[in-house]
């Protein structure tokens, strides 16, 4: 090791001077220092640092998904590091508590210094939803412009190159769409998983039909709850009018990705799906706790300000009301959960195939 990074002080290596020199009190610059308004540079930028390592980790799962090959040990690593930002997302979640310690007049004290800052100006939050997927056509409008007008030259074109590349949620639908096992050999997923839900709509209704304990008014209820031929089921299950839906921006991811999240599902317990059943489940995990704060923060704005406009121009908490509902990018995963079915009428595997998915040792002869 060269002698020039034997030996460094925790200070040094940490750039505390940098850090803790960073709190410019703007309402003390005017001679009318507001105690609290501390307490609001301290806890956003500490969002930003959070930030800074939510988007290190998530590039880090990224590039691992950008290769054509991506093997058992890179899923392994991918869904650590998506454990790691859950949470740090809790925590994102949490430090509104201590931002609500600030009652709505110690937060008056100083608002006035802040215009036009706003969080909406938060260059890094926005690196993230982008990365993630939420690209702008899935956005809600702020002030009729493209959310990218409220940065500079540098940081603008930095956005829009992240709009133009691929997000987690196309480096997942390409990795799904790799999956091998949608036909294997003598097994077509696909027909045996019709059938099977074929069967067991068939069975349930026949059960609801000839049910003693149940009036005809609760039997028609039962069976409309079941579905038939225009159910989620049936349309789903069709190429065809997935792609209409995908045409009609009410889907976005593939056909075939979606058949292969919906195997992954299903067959979660064999062995080697069990990583990427954690990987996609990771991911929704992290959306909703993005939704999460959404939310929770549109709850803190409300309280703090009431309908009051934000800072940076929004309608406040009305706009941050309608990103928590509206802004959604895993949302065709969390669809799956309507077409799973009970583990006791899952198509049975060929042994060759649950083979395949497992982890088979042969012992050495002596």
């Known amino acids: 090791m060269s002698s020039k990074y034997t030996s460094i002080h925790y200070h040094n290596y940490l ?13 003390a610059m005017d001679g009318k220092s507001a105690h609290d308004e501390m307490l609001f540079i301290i806890i956003h930028q500490v969002y930003e640092l959070w930030f800074k390592e939510i988007i290190h980790d998530l590039d880090s799962v990224m590039d691992m998904f950008r290769k054509k090959d991506v093997d058992e040990k890179s899923i392994r690593i991918a869904v650590a590091r998506l454990e790691r930002i859950i949470e740090i997302q809790k925590i994102l979640i949490q430090q509104i508590r201590v931002l609500e310690t600030m009652t ?95 069967n067991m709509l068939e069975e349930e209704s026949r059960a609801i ?10 039997k028609k209820m039962r069976l409309q709850m079941l579905g038939d031929t225009d159910s989620y089921f049936a349309t789903v ?25 919906l195997l992954i599902n299903l067959y979660r317990d064999e062995p080697i799906l069990q990583m990427p059943y954690l990987l996609i489940s990771r991911l929704l995990e992290v959306e909703d706790l993005l939704t999460g704060w959404r ?5 803190m704005v409300m309280r703090m300000l009431g309908r009051k406009t934000g800072t940076g121009g929004s309608s406040g908490h009305k706009y941050l009301k309608e990103t928590a509902d509206k802004h959604k990018i895993f949302i065709d995963f969390h ?22 998915l497992g982890f088979y040792f042969t012992e050495k002869k002596q």
């Open 15 to 27: 750039e505390l001077e940098k850090i803790l020199s960073a709190q410019k009190l703007r309402s």
């Open 104 to 198: 709505s007049l110690d937060f008056l004290d100083f608002r006035n210094y802040l215009f036009p800052a706003s969080g909406f100006q938060s260059h890094q939050f926005r690196k993230v939803e982008l990365m993630l997927g939420l690209k702008e056509d899935k956005r809600i409008t702020y002030n009729q412009e493209s959310y990218t007008e409220a940065f500079e030259k540098q940081k603008k074109s930095e956005l829009q190159e992240l709009e133009s590349s691929n997000s987690m949620l196309d480096l997942l639908e390409a990795w799904l769409e790799r999956t091998p096992f949608l036909e294997f050999k003598n097994f077509n997923f696909l027909e045996e998983y019709r059938g099977a839900v074929n």
């Open 209 to 218: 039909s000839s049910s003693d304990m149940l009036t005809d008014e609760e």
């Open 237 to 261: 299950l069709d190429e065809q009018k997935h792609n209409q839906l995908i045409a009609k921006g009410e889907l976005s991811v593939s056909y075939k990705a979606t058949m292969a999240a």
């Open 295 to 299: 939310f929770r923060h549109a709850q």
């Open 335 to 356: 669809n799956i959960s309507t077409l799973l079915i009970p583990r006791s009428k899952l198509p049975k595997l060929p042994p060759e195939l649950k083979k395949e």
